[in-house]
């Protein structure tokens, strides 16, 4: 719940479709902020009080600037399977890996003036790929505001009613876990205690 000495802060989230992603939307309305969620079909997102849809494109730093202009802290969903992308991306042989999204997002975002960034991903996993080692090396030399996040986006089953209403529910039950991941990514947004550094998020 906001309470008073929180502000009420404008949200930007490629991702949205994922679980993990129903997950922070729930959070993030339940804490009154507003969110918008970056997908490639308007009709695929329930619009509501606090929530509206825009299209983007993660892969391309002009898309990115022009549907995040305006927000106070960008959350990418990196490993989401439903992540926006241009038509015609994948027809045109244009790669649309991590690098190419840290890319588009470190370029799209001083151009507005959005200075915080919070990028999840599967980093446990990837972290020795070479287009994800040199998109992290890229990241840490970069004055953006960002914040690693080492986590898993769980598929795209579970939705924003899905996590709505926790009471009764075991602290194992996955939707009780995405939730508090969910929560522990907003808090960090809102009071930031690991600038430039990588945190970790595992059941």
């Known amino acids: 719940m906001l309470n008073a000495e929180t502000p009420r802060l404008k949200f930007a989230l490629y991702g949205a479709h994922s679980s993990l992603g129903n997950a922070l939307l729930c959070e993030l309305l339940t804490r009154q902020h507003e969110v918008v969620a970056l997908v490639d079909d308007l009709n695929s997102m329930t619009v509501r009080p606090g929530l509206r849809a ?4 993660l892969f391309d730093g002009i898309s990115v600037s022009q549907s ?10 990196f490993d989401s399977p439903s992540v926006p992308t241009a038509l015609g991306h994948a027809e045109s042989g244009q790669q649309q890996g991590f690098y190419q999204a840290v ?19 599967d980093l446990s996993a990837h972290s020795e790929e070479p287009d994800v080692a040199a998109a992290l ?7 953006l505001k960002w914040t690693l996040v080492d ?7 579970l939705s924003i009613e899905d996590f709505s209403n926790l009471e009764g529910l075991a602290a194992e039950d996955r939707r009780v876990q995405l939730r508090r991941i969910a929560a522990g ?3 960090e947004l809102e009071s930031p205690q690991h600038l430039h550094q990588q945190i970790h998020f595992r059941f």
Do not use: F, N, S, Y
């Open 151 to 157: 986590a898993l986006t769980e598929g795209e089953d």
């Open 68 to 77: 995040v202009a305006g927000m106070d802290a960008v959350i990418c969903l």
């Open 54 to 57: 825009k299209p983007g494109d």
């Open 185 to 187: 990514m907003v808090d």
């Open 137 to 143: 090396q890229r990241l840490a030399e970069h004055p």
């Open 103 to 121: 890319d588009a997002l470190l370029t799209g975002l001083p151009k507005v003036g959005v200075e915080r960034l919070l990028l999840t991903a």
